[in-house]
């Protein structure tokens, strides 16, 4: 499985950005798809996930400013981020699950930079 990003970069505080992530290669078994983000010095954390009951698992720190969505049939989702603060500064990583294999995989991070 390959995962290919995009969107990210630079913009103001409470502005909006977009990131999308679609998944090639073995993707009959991927269950679940979405973002975590790193800073420096820590642990790469969660930042919104689908799952198997529909509604995304958020974050508490972006829970309704971010919202995610997948479109099953291409293997995608995106990131539409709103209201960006300073502290969504990261590193962002896009993360596929296959149940069958019970693996994950990361696609190369994009840098999302909150600046006035």
């Known amino acids: 499985v390959q995962l290919q990003a995009s969107g990210g970069g630079l913009v103001r505080p409470r502005g909006s950005l977009r990131l999308s992530c679609t998944a090639s290669g073995s993707t009959f078994s991927i269950s679940q798809m979405g973002w975590y983000r790193q800073t420096p010095g820590h642990q790469r954390e969660l930042v919104a996930v689908t799952t198997s009951g529909g509604h995304p698992n958020y974050a508490d720190s972006v829970n309704g400013r971010f919202i995610l969505s997948s479109d099953n049939d291409d293997n995608t989702v995106h990131l539409i981020m709103n209201g960006l603060k300073f502290e969504d500064t990261a590193v962002y990583y896009c993360?596929?699950?296959?149940?069958?294999?019970?693996?994950?995989?990361w696609g190369r991070g994009t840098q999302v930079t909150v600046s006035s």
């Open positions: 993360i596929a699950h296959d149940f069958r294999l019970g693996a994950d995989y």
